[in-house]
């Protein structure tokens, strides 16, 4: 059964410090890992990653994935408030048809002035 | 980029009423539509998976009679709740794969209530 797990569950920080969240998988015919933001509504895209150790960099956020050890990792420096969300990483396998995402639980990120 | 909406944003309805939710994609062609169910504080469970022209194949747990899932056209996917009860009471998001590319393009959710 593909599985996607996430840890922390949830983490509250103060504003100005660095943050790791976490995210294994077990899919089957893997083809990449996505990272989401979610707010108050739908979740918006943050990064795809399909390649193992190529870091992706937007801003103060970067991800990396490990193919080999099965997980990928989302960083946050020097957090703001407005880091606040809960975030979603994603794991899609191959189907005939396209992809599929199967979800992790999610982390609750909270960033306190 | 490719845009995805739901029709409504939100709905109040009554027990035992049915609802239909709309999921669009409006620029782009989807031959696969997703539906997911999110409680508060939970993530995204994916409910049913909507095929263009055939029957909707539903994740184990769902009953398929209660969520009646409709995608008649490239663009176009429908979930109804039939016969609602408080505990259908969730935030409901749609997907839609794009026919092109593969990717996969998320509406802005629609939160239904059931009193």
């Known amino acids: 059964e593909d599985k996607v797990v996430q840890s922390p569950l949830s983490l509250v920080v103060h504003e100005g410090d660095t943050v790791t969240l976490n995210c294994s998988y077990e899919v089957t015919n893997f083809r990449s890992l996505l990272w989401y933001k979610q707010e108050k509504k739908a979740p918006t895209f943050l990064f795809m990653l399909?390649?193992?150790?190529i870091e992706k960099k937007s801003g103060r956020l970067s991800s990396i994935l490990d193919k080999k050890e099965l997980f990928s990792i989302l960083n946050i420096t020097a957090t703001q408030t407005g880091d606040s969300a809960i975030y979603l990483c994603a794991a899609t396998f191959r189907e005939t048809s396209g992809s599929r995402l199967t979800f992790g639980e999610g982390t609750q990120l909270t960033v306190n002035p | 980029g490719a845009v995805v909406s739901q029709h409504p944003s939100w709905v109040i309805c009554k027990s035992g009423t049915s609802v239909k939710i709309e999921c669009r994609s409006l620029?782009?062609?989807?031959?696969?539509m997703f539906w997911y169910r999110q409680f508060p504080k939970q993530s995204l469970m994916l409910m049913a998976t909507s095929n263009e022209g055939s029957k909707a194949t539903y994740e184990q747990g769902v009953e398929k009679d209660k969520f009646l899932i409709n995608h008649a056209s490239l663009t176009l996917s429908t979930l109804t709740v039939t016969s609602a009860h408080p505990e259908d009471s969730s935030f409901y998001i749609c997907?839609?794969?794009?026919?092109?590319?593969?990717?996969?393009?998320f509406g802005p959710g629609t939160r239904l209530t059931v009193t």
């Open positions: 997907s839609a794969r794009e026919l092109r590319s593969g990717e996969q393009y």
């Open positions: 620029d782009f062609q989807a031959t696969t």
């Open positions: 399909t390649s193992s150790g």
